[in-house]
């Protein structure tokens, strides 16, 4: 896996100008990590990019007894993949907003936690328990940002690494140059960023949900 520094002076040798400086890099390449988990368009434009394997991550949270949601973990970052309670039975996970108000309109039943859905930082539930319930929840986190020079690019795949953030950190700072025109550079630099994001997806495993725990 190729660590900070290495992925620096990689983008120091295609974009040598003054602007390019240890900081800006960093910043580009720290950002190239967190879109690319987050999700990018794709090359073809129909769809974002899915989530990293290497970030999935299993955390709890405690209900409230008095309110219909909770926030979040902290490193919470995209798609809840699966909910259960202590006893381990499954909760269902809600892919609309409009569609949990529309069946909780009020949000305020009571009961066992039946169904949930992460929106804006939160996780809804509905019903509200009269004792707090402890839910695990199954999740991509968000990445860690490099700032030693001997660290590594988090959830990245080691053989794409160089290929994805060294090409994504050189758009980056060619956009943000005024000096001159980089479009032949922007470009040049998109193509070998998409063909690297043709393999990433392709490296992913398609996870067409069959698992189903409950009655």
Request: net charge negative.
């Amino acid at each position: 896996m190729p660590t900070l520094s290495e992925l620096r002076d990689q983008v120091r040798a295609r974009v040598p100008d003054p602007i390019s400086g240890d900081s800006v890099i960093t910043d580009q390449l720290n950002l190239g990590v967190l879109q690319i988990a987050g999700g990018v368009l794709s090359p073809d434009g129909g769809h974002l990019t899915p989530p990293l394997p290497g970030l999935f991550k299993v955390d709890t949270i405690e209900t409230s007894t008095s309110l219909a949601y909770v926030s979040a973990p902290a490193t919470f970052h995209r798609n809840l993949q699966f909910v259960s309670n202590s006893d381990g039975r499954e909760i269902e996970i809600y892919n609309s907003m409009i569609e949990f108000a529309i069946d909780y309109p009020l949000m305020n039943e009571t009961g066992a936690v039946e169904s949930v859905i992460e929106q804006g930082g939160n996780i809804y539930y509905q019903k509200i328990p009269t004792t707090a319930e402890t839910l695990t929840l199954h999740f991509f986190r968000l990445p860690v940002d490099m700032s030693d020079d001997d660290d590594t690019p988090d959830g990245i795949p080691s053989h794409l690494a160089e290929d994805l953030l060294v090409n994504f950190a050189c758009i980056r700072i060619f956009q943000i140059q005024k000096t001159k025109d980089r479009s032949k550079e922007i470009l040049w630099h998109t193509n070998l960023l998409n063909e690297a994001l043709r393999k990433l997806e392709l490296s992913i495993p398609f996870d067409e949900r069959s698992l189903f725990l409950g009655d």
